[in-house]
Structure formats: structure tokens, C-alpha cells
């Protein structure tokens, strides 16, 4: 009796997990939000530092795991939440 209860808690945990999709160092939800790398929490906090006019190094704060979550392009590049979003959505 034990197993098939397991097996039945297996099977409802699988189908109810969302499917995340990589991309830019990150995953992504089906809705597009952004998902942390290391705990799967859901990024809220964007952040742009600026020291210098001309340089941004903006990223995510993910509370779970207290982690700075970069974009990066496929060159390694950081990038902007927005323009990683349209890079996304086109494909």
C-alpha cells in the first residue's frame, strides 16, 4: 500500500512541477518570468548598478538562495532583462 502511495505522489509532483526552459544563464517558466539557476525561485528583484554612465552590469537578486543572477548572451556577455525577453520571445 506504501509504494502505490508513493508512486502516486511520484507521478502528481512530476506533472504538476513546471516545465522550465533555458536561457541567457537563467531558466524561464512558460509565462516567461525568470527562474533562478540554482534553487528555482522565481526572480522578482532586477537590479542596474551604475557607477559609470556608460557601463551597466545589471542583474537578479534571488532571495532563496541570496545569489546575483546575471544575464548573459551566447557570447557570455551580460545583458539587459529586456533585451534578453525579445531574444526570447523571437527564438
Known sequence: MVFRQDSFLFYLHNRIKPKLISGFGIFWDRNNNPVCPKCDNILTDYIKISNDPFIRTPYFYCHKCESNIYLK???GNTIDYKDAIN???SG
Do not use: P, T
Open 87 to 89: 531574444k526570447f520571445k
Open 73 to 75: 548572451d551566447e557570447n
